[in-house]
């Protein structure tokens, strides 16, 4: 699937766009894990007296780091360089422009790309195959434009060769051959790494490719009538071709065969129609007159949407429906829900309804405790003609495998007190199973259907065990603990190794670690870094880590191997 919405829009520039995270919060700290004073105090002049371990990282880019993203082959590293928030008002903290410098991983070179640049997402991108940077330079954040920049990967040391002068957007092809770009509201697309880049259309907002790139979809400006269009990159001067007016977002189906395209039926309309789009004809069937939200299965077979209805005046909480693609008739699942996933093999998908918030830590919670969370109940249906199953009251939060097998979730548990327990569950095998009350966040390891989470946390959560729990393992297993007092962990894509941090007591750097998932042995790579760390190449055989000590900033690699 492919997505209408902006890589490089108003919001991304001016805001900061998070990942979703599993969290759960910490135990009440009158906990088992609670530490006196002297022995907190006992941990602060140990870590002060405490000699410094051995760097296993070489530096290849020196200065004040910051946006640590890499290939996606892991080959290459990027990073900004002395990067702070510009003077203008309204710019968040979060917001920084600085020198976007590059590094080959494996041969250590590392170069300079451009000035100017904003770390705010689409302000560079790498084509899926890693050859092609695509950098947005000397970035105006008053007007959200640049000038468009593309640095081949195979030879750092050749300049880059500009694109466009001042554009406001672009977007690379999945099979990282073309570049799209919009400059003073007119579309360009044409070949990497230099054109020709032809004029598609003005008055264009964003632009995405098909997945075959046989076809580029875009979307006009909201004061051009906001229409998505559709024109042929395989035929010479093709002529785009409208689909409907008034976008608010659209989704490229994998399969290429059919685009669902959300609208307003007028200019000022509240209420969002949803379409299916044969890409062949552009014929367009209407699903509903009502799509606040909609989600498509990763296959294409599903297509999912919320809608407000005269009970629900919260924008965010609806009437959940769900119809096969691209001709099903519509059902409806829930009167009242929030958050709702398919599963990434599309054979299940999830939702959360009737919604509550709740005080952390119970109605015993001391004044200066007393957060608060929202939780709904969590449903589960299996597709195509599965019922909605009940699995948790008031559960906080729930989490897919990659493979799309196994689940894990949460659920606020009252009495005796109040707790927060997980569960695991193998989709289609059986039913759910406890592992663990009182935790913070939870992942699955890549390749495998084993979950890893934090417990038994000191430090308001900066200090945990990590344990881990293979969902398939029988029912009496218990979580086997990897590691004490972790703050956090990040895996290698084969899911071998795991990259490991822990926080220091005295300021807000963390000690960083390799651990060997299948021989368990540990070691450390560098000590007062900044957290997270990346893993590079396929197996993990590399890390990129970040430095802020005053004297040695900058960024670095170290081997992941013995």
């Known amino acids: ?21 599993a969290f759960i919060g910490c135990k009440k700290p009158d906990g088992p894990k609670l530490q006196s004073t002297g022995s907190v105090r006992k941990k602060v002049e140990a870590e002060k007296s405490a000699p410094r371990l051995p760097v296993l990282g070489k530096r290849l880019v020196e200065g004040n780091p910051s946006e640590l993203r890499t290939s996606a082959d892991g080959r290459f590293v990027t990073v900004l360089i002395n990067a702070e928030t510009p003077q203008i008002p309204g710019a968040p903290p979060t917001l920084k422009l600085g020198d976007l410098w590059a590094a080959n991983a494996q041969t250590g ?34 007007q959200q434009t640049g000038s468009i920049l593309v640095k081949d990967t195979s030879d750092l040391s050749a300049e880059p060769e500009r694109v466009a002068a001042t554009a406001s957007y672009f977007v690379l092809s999945d099979d990282g051959a073309q ?23 003005g008055e264009v907002a964003t632009a995405s490719f098909a997945p075959d790139a046989k076809y580029l979809y875009f979307r006009r400006k909201f004061d051009a009538a906001g229409g998505l269009f559709q024109v042929s990159l395989t035929q010479d001067r093709a002529q785009p071709k409208r689909i409907v007016d008034y976008v608010g977002d659209y989704t490229v189906l994998k399969s290429g065969k059919h685009v669902v395209a959300q609208a307003r039926e007028r200019p000022a309309g509240v209420q969002f129609q949803l379409y299916a789009v044969d890409v062949a004809s552009l014929a367009a069937r209407k699903l509903t007159d009502d799509a606040a939200r909609f989600r498509v299965s990763r296959d294409g077979k599903y297509v999912a949407w919320r809608a407000l209805t005269s009970k629900n005046i919260q924008a965010d909480i609806g009437e959940l429906w769900l119809a096969e693609l691209p001709n099903g008739t519509p059902t409806k699942l829930g009167d009242q829900v929030k958050d709702f996933e398919f599963s990434s093999e599309s054979g299940w998908l999830i939702y959360r309804e009737r919604f509550e918030e709740l005080l952390l830590g119970g109605r015993d919670a001391k004044p200066e405790e007393r957060r608060t969370e929202k939780v709904g109940d969590l449903y589960l249906l299996q597709l195509p003609d599965g019922q909605p199953k009940l699995l948790q009251r008031r559960s906080p939060n729930f989490l897919f495998s990659p493979d799309g097998k196994s689940l894990a979730y949460t659920g606020r548990i009252e009495l005796p007190e109040v707790t927060r327990r997980l569960f695991v569950r193998q989709l289609g095998q059986g039913e759910s199973r406890a592992v663990k009350d009182w935790l913070y966040e939870y992942q699955f390891r890549p390749g495998t259907d084993e979950l890893l989470f934090r417990a038994d946390c000191m430090r308001e959560g900066r200090s945990c065990d990590l344990l881990s729990i293979a969902v398939s393992a029988p029912k009496e297993t218990l979580p086997t603990k990897l590691s004490e007092g972790t703050f956090g962990a990040k895996f290698s894509q084969d899911g071998k190794r795991a990259a490991l941090a822990f ?45 802020k000590e005053k004297q040695r900033p900058g960024l670095y690699v170290a081997p992941t191997g013995p």
Not at 109 to 121: D, I, L, M
Not at 189 to 200: A, E, I
Not at 511 to 532: C, H, M, Y
């Open 179 to 201: 570049l799209a770009y919009v400059q003073q509201g007119v579309l360009h697309v044409g070949p990497l790494p230099k054109g020709p880049f032809r004029q598609v259309a």
């Open 109 to 142: 070179q590392a170069t300079r790309v451009a000035h100017g640049v904003v770390n705010s997402p689409g302000g560079w991108l790498f084509s899926a195959d890693g050859r092609w940077l695509v950098v947005a330079a000397g970035t105006d954040p008053t």
């Open 1 to 21: 699937m492919r997505s209408g919405s902006p890589r490089w829009s108003k919001a991304a520039v001016l805001g900061v766009v998070g990942v979703a995270v």
């Open 503 to 547: 926080a220091h007591l005295t300021d807000q750097s963390f000690d960083l670690a390799i651990k060997d998932l299948v021989s368990g042995t540990q070691r450390t790579v560098d000590q007062f870094v900044e957290w997270p760390a990346v893993f590079l190449g396929e197996k993990g055989e590399q890390l990129a880590y970040l430095v």
